[in-house]
């Protein structure tokens, strides 16, 4: 079955500290991975995706089929990135699964 | 955790016929629930907040009368496309937000409603 993984619920730095959020996905197919980001209070944001390999906010995810993981890294945390983040796989259909979310909580 | 359901799964209806979808909480419940749509290859889009007890909250560029959203209780939000055509053919999904004071920035999805119209 399609899963979207993100084993950390809560992930707390202290600011400046490098970053990393975990996804792994379950797909036989042809994966297409994002990263959306939710602020408090505000709506749910694209943060990047993979196919596009851009960098945002310092963010970067690179794919990693042998792993089937798509990691969220930042070298630098800063308390601005503290947010929910949720990682999300886009099927050969086009469906859509998210994973549960992670709080990210950067501390001063 | 919290539970999102959505009903249908998937949906193939004929063009001109109305289609509703639901999106139920399944243990708590839920005074707003957002619905999404994603397109081809591209990232969701927010159609609309749907508010118990009030008008849903429409984005720009999203047809009211065409989408129509009514939150009936603390844990039931229908979508309904009215008319639809086969351009409306998209993956739709909802969301609640977690318990105020628990959790209200955790969203929880639903697995999404694959509709087709012919």
């Known amino acids: 079955a399609q899963r979207v993984t993100q084993p950390e619920k809560l992930l707390s730095v202290f600011k400046g500290a490098p970053v990393e959020l975990k996804c792994n996905y379950s797909?036989?197919?042809?994966?297409?991975l994002f990263w959306y980001v939710q602020y408090s209070r505000q709506r749910l944001q694209l943060l990047l995706r993979?196919?596009s390999r851009e960098s945002i906010k310092g963010f970067t995810a690179d794919l990693n089929k042998g792993e089937t993981s798509f990691h969220l890294k930042k070298p630098f945390a800063q308390e601005e990135d503290s947010a929910m983040y949720y990682c999300?796989?886009?099927?050969?259909?086009?469906?859509?699964?998210f994973g549960a979310g992670t709080r990210l909580t950067v501390k001063p | 955790g919290a539970v999102v359901s959505q009903h249908p799964s998937w949906v193939i209806c004929k063009s001109g016929t109305s289609v509703k979808i639901e999106c139920r909480s399944l243990?708590?419940?839920?005074?707003?629930m957002f619905w999404y749509r994603q397109f081809p290859k591209q990232s969701l889009m927010l159609m609309a907040t749907?508010?118990?007890?009030?008008?849903?909250?429409?984005e720009q560029g999203v047809e009211k009368d065409k989408f129509l959203i009514n939150h009936a209780s603390l844990t039931l939000s229908t979508l309904t496309v009215t008319s639809a055509h086969p351009e409306d053919s998209s993956f739709y999904i909802c969301?609640?937000?977690?318990?105020?004071?628990?959790?209200?920035?955790?969203?929880?999805f639903g697995p999404g409603t694959r509709l087709t119209v012919l």
């Open positions: 969301s609640a937000p977690g318990l105020a004071g628990v959790s209200p920035d955790e969203q929880f």
């Open positions: 797909y036989s197919g042809s994966p297409e």
């Open positions: 993979h196919i």
């Open positions: 999300a796989l886009s099927m050969d259909n086009n469906d859509m699964r």
């Open positions: 243990d708590f419940q839920a005074t707003t």
């Open positions: 749907s508010n118990e007890g009030s008008k849903a909250t429409y």
